[in-house]
């Protein structure tokens, strides 16, 4: 996990009497909010490199919170494997599900 970027808190539910960890980012609802404005602008072309280096080499599709990021691992995407090309398939199978619909930017 990053340093600085979660948030760690403790909640005791005192109905059960249990302790409840939540893990939050700061910054999520900030960055889906923004993926949600590109999309409505769909002309805006995001190129990835700038022209004095070459020009273009690719373009931003996703923007995804380490937050959800994570969740998807422990869900079960293969999103930090080793081998990129599996890495990138998975990629392409979260950004299909409901919440990896939130983090597209075009």
Aim: hydrophobic fraction near 35%; glycine fraction near 8%; aromatic fraction near 6%.
């Amino acid at each position: 996990m990053e340093p600085g970027v979660f948030k760690s808190e403790f909640k005791i539910d005192a109905h059960d009497e249990t302790v409840h960890h939540v893990l939050s980012q700061p910054s999520e609802n900030l960055i889906l909010e923004q993926n949600a404005e590109l999309r409505k602008n769909p002309g805006l072309i995001r190129d990835l490199g700038s022209k004095d280096e070459g020009g273009s080499w690719g373009r931003q599709v996703a923007s995804v919170p380490l937050i959800l990021y994570y969740k998807a691992i422990r869900d079960g995407f293969q999103l930090n494997a080793p081998d990129s090309e599996i890495a990138g398939r998975e990629m392409a199978r979260f950004l299909q599900t409901e919440i990896g619909k939130t983090c597209l930017v075009r």
